[in-house]
């Protein structure tokens, strides 16, 4: 990962995020589908505990909290944690890169590591496999990774950037190579996986329990402004996405897609 790139772009972005993203229309129900499943799948009695990896600005902490869980949230960006920590006193936010857990955490502290909405795919192949073999110490017997990562072949990235005439855009998910991204002038490579190849980084740990659609019917965020006042055609898309969540078809052609993992036996 490119640390430097990447905590500078998200620094800078920090004030904005909520704005750009958690607060849209579109990124409000992407983040209720991550919910549905969170609430319908996790109980605080079995799994009480939850180490959130990439945090952001606090939004999935502060949810999670609300239900129940004890959170301990984590981001690599100071100022995204200046944020969340701005909003309550009732998580413990520390300043730490999920490839660097083994360095903050005891062996077993936790029951869930949770991480929402692309932070993984900051890192490549080799990265996740580090941060699999780390999680799996930091777990509990039957712990659960549950991870929202961004597919490699979004429906609508592709059909928007070919119908504006930028076919490297709409093609750039599938290439199988790093893709340069850029927020507020700082440039940072992300990598999109499968859900195929993001299990198989945590194959020697983990079983894949489910996965699911974020985001098939629901746009991204960034085209928000043509569909936030479109509220009967989102709630729509929103169920569709419910209900068909689970289908192959949908999750490989989604935004993001869901993987839950549960720690294997030892």
């Given at each position: 990962m490119?640390?430097?790139?990447?905590?500078?772009?998200f620094d800078a972005h920090?004030?904005?995020?909520?704005?750009?993203?958690?607060?849209?229309?579109?990124?409000?129900?992407?983040?209720?589908?991550?919910?549905?499943?969170?609430?319908?799948?996790?109980?605080?009695?079995?799994?009480?505990?939850?180490?959130?990896i990439n945090c952001g600005t606090g939004v999935d902490a502060?949810?999670?909290?609300?239900?129940?869980?004890?959170?301990?949230?984590?981001?690599?960006?100071?100022?995204?944690?200046?944020?969340?920590?701005?909003?309550?006193n009732a998580?413990?936010?520390?300043?730490?890169?999920?490839?660097?857990?083994?360095?903050?955490?005891?062996?077993?502290?936790?029951?869930?590591?949770?991480?929402?909405?692309?932070?993984?795919?900051?890192?490549?192949?080799?990265?996740?496999?580090k941060l699999a073999a780390t999680a799996a110490n930091l777990l509990r017997p039957g712990g659960r990774f549950i991870a929202i990562v961004m597919g490699n072949n979004c429906r609508w990235e592709t059909v928007y950037f070919n119908r504006k005439g930028e076919p490297e855009k709409a093609n750039r998910r599938a290439s199988g190579k790093p893709v340069e991204a850029e927020i507020d002038g700082n440039r940072f490579p992300v990598w999109y996986y499968s859900t195929q190849a993001f299990a198989a980084c945590f194959e020697k740990s983990f079983t894949l329990k489910a996965t699911r659609a974020i985001g098939w019917m629901l746009p991204p965020s960034y085209l928000d402004k043509a569909f936030r006042?479109?509220?009967?055609?989102?709630?729509?898309?929103?169920?569709?996405?419910?209900?068909?969540?689970?289908?192959?078809?949908?999750?490989?052609?989604?935004?993001?897609?869901?993987?839950d993992l549960v720690k294997k036996n030892r």
């Open positions: 490119n640390r430097s790139g990447t905590e500078a772009a920090a004030p904005g995020y909520d704005t750009d993203f958690s607060e849209t229309v579109t990124g409000r129900l992407q983040r209720d589908l991550v919910w549905h499943y969170l609430q319908h799948h996790l109980k605080p009695e079995t799994h009480p505990r939850v180490l959130e502060l949810w999670l909290h609300s239900k129940g869980f004890t959170v301990t949230a984590t981001d690599l960006s100071a100022g995204m944690l200046a944020t969340a920590a701005a909003k309550t998580v413990t936010f520390i300043r730490c890169s999920f490839l660097e857990l083994e360095n903050q955490f005891e062996k077993e502290s936790f029951d869930v590591v949770f991480s929402n909405f692309g932070g993984l795919n900051c890192t490549d192949a080799a990265g996740l496999q006042n479109k509220t009967f055609l989102l709630r729509v898309f929103y169920l569709l996405d419910r209900w068909f969540g689970k289908r192959v078809f949908a999750i490989n052609r989604a935004d993001h897609f869901l993987a």
